[in-house]
Structure formats: C-alpha cells, structure tokens
C-alpha cells in the first residue's frame, strides 16, 4: 500500500500558511512545505505554532516530526528540480506517493490601462503566476500516484476520515489524489466584464489553460487515481490583497482560516468527472 503526503508550495506566509498550519492540525499525513526564505527554520516553528491553534494539548512535536520544510522559488527552475528530488528523498516513490498538492504561487502588478503594463512587472507575473505552477507540475507531477498504485491506504483514511478530534471542521481526505492551483476568476475570459489588469488576468487564464493540459496528462498516466483542477478562493485578506480591502462588498474579505476551509470543501467533494476545470469557493465552476 502506498504511502500519501501533501505538497503546499509556498507555505511562508497567507493563504499557503494558513493551509499548511490546518493540514497539521486535521491531518495526520507528512507535508512538504516550500518557502523562498534562507531562515526555513523560523518558517517550520511559525507554521508548528500556528497548528496548534491555541491549544495546550496539542502536540507540537507529533506536527514537527510530520513537516518538513523546503527552499523553493518558483522562478529558479533548479530549486524546482532540487524540491523535487528532496521530495523524492523523503518520500521515495516506491512506497510513497503525493496525493494532495497545493500550487498556490501569485503575484498581482494591477494595471488599469494598456500603457500601464510595464513589460518587467508582466514578464514577473507570468513567470510567478503560470510558469510557477508549470514547474511545480514538471517536477512534483512525476510523484502523483499512476494506473498501479495501490490507494487502499489512503481509501481507509478517506472513509474513516483522517482527523485528530471530532469536530465539523474536519477534513476528509479524498480517495483519488488531487493536485490544486491557484488561480482567480478574473482568469475567466467569459467573465471579464470590467477590463484592466492585463498581465494578472492573462497569467490566470493560462493557469486555468496548463491545469487542463496537466490534467490530460494525468488521465492517461494516472487514469481516475489523479486530477488537477485550478481554484479561485476569492479575496482574502492577506498582503497580497491589502491595496484592494476598502472596494471589497461586505462579507466578501475572507480571512485565510475561512478561505483554507472553503478550499479543502472544494478538495473534499470534487469528484473525477469534475477533473480539468476551474472551481470557485462556493463549489461553482468557473467557466474559461
């Protein structure tokens, strides 16, 4: 029976954080978590504080010995490459396989106006926001489970549920693995109704395009034991949003621990058949 573990790529700070710290709390699977920090271990004892959410029973050091924290900078392909192979080393692929991954790189150059672009601040978000979670795929897809695996282990976990205590907040991990990128509604060219934001939507939009090639790929490489489908987890309130909370409708800031929750219900009850596609918070597809 393979053995499953979880990616978050990156995990220093927002959303990533704030998923990282909850998977350790509601999960018992080890988890990689990436960060482009020099200081990996201040990342590794932010994260195991923030799990414990508070509690003194918590045990911290059941959460440290399942994390393990790795330079990555989506821009360098060789920390990539480097991550990966870590990974490997951690979790060898002939017992292990990666089951849940997380792709949630992202930056945002918001212009209003076609001489707004500046062609450095584009050239950086496409290479943090769509060739970022490229080479996440390039790397860490090659440890997603293929036709063979053996899942019974994680069918277990799935049915009995894979949390420490019994409250609603736990996370059932589904049967089929599933690897998440983060993209934004914006992406959609359907629905771009207010312009602007040229780099930052096309960036998306080409996330929401590589998420179904990859996920082609994994049809025939890993049939119904792997999807990839691409998430829009609205505006949280995080540093990446600051500039835009004031113009935010009531109700619609998020803050990471609600936007973490809504994401793993997405995770938790996506079936096969909705493989490929871009999903929103509140389980609705988001149309190309």
């Not at 994260?47 to 399942?66: I, M, P, T, Y």
């Not at 396989?97 to 930056?107: S, T, W």
């Not at 602007?196 to 395009?209: E, F, H, P």
Request: proline share 5%; charged share 25%.
């Amino acid at each position: 029976m393979s053995k499953p573990w979880i990616l978050i790529s990156p995990s220093s700070r927002g959303i990533g954080h704030a998923l990282t710290a909850h998977l350790l709390h509601r999960t018992t699977l080890p988890i990689l978590a990436t960060a482009r920090s020099s200081d990996l271990s201040a990342v590794k004892e932010s994260l195991v504080s923030a799990s414990s959410h508070g509690s003194q029973e918590k045990n911290l050091e059941d959460d440290a010995s399942r994390l393990h924290v790795t330079h990555l900078d989506v821009t360098d392909e060789a920390s990539v490459e480097a991550a990966a192979a870590k990974a490997a080393e951690l979790f060898p692929p002939s017992s292990h396989h990666l089951h849940l991954a997380f792709a949630l790189p992202g930056i945002l150059h918001p212009e209003k106006h076609p001489r707004g672009v500046d062609y450095d601040d584009a050239l950086e978000t496409f290479k943090v926001n769509t060739l970022g979670p490229m080479m996440l795929m390039k790397w860490f897809g090659e440890l997603l489970p293929r036709k063979g695996t053996d899942l019974t282990l994680i069918r277990e976990l799935a049915i009995g549920g894979d949390c420490k205590d019994n409250d609603l907040t736990q996370f059932r991990v589904p049967s089929h693995a599933t690897w998440l990128t983060n993209s934004a509604r914006v992406g959609s060219t359907s629905d771009n109704r207010l312009g602007g934001w040229y780099s930052y939507r096309a960036s998306k939009a080409g996330v929401n395009s590589i998420t179904k090639s990859f996920d082609l790929h994994l049809r025939t490489r890993s049939a119904e034991k792997a999807m990839a489908i691409a998430y829009h987890p609205g505006t949280v309130k995080t540093e990446f949003s600051r500039e835009f909370w004031g113009n935010v409708a009531e109700g619609k800031l998020f803050t990471p621990e609600f936007a973490v929750q809504k994401m793993l219900e997405v995770v938790e009850t996506r079936t096969i058949e909705d493989r490929g596609k871009c999903w929103d918070w509140k389980g609705e597809e988001v149309l190309p």
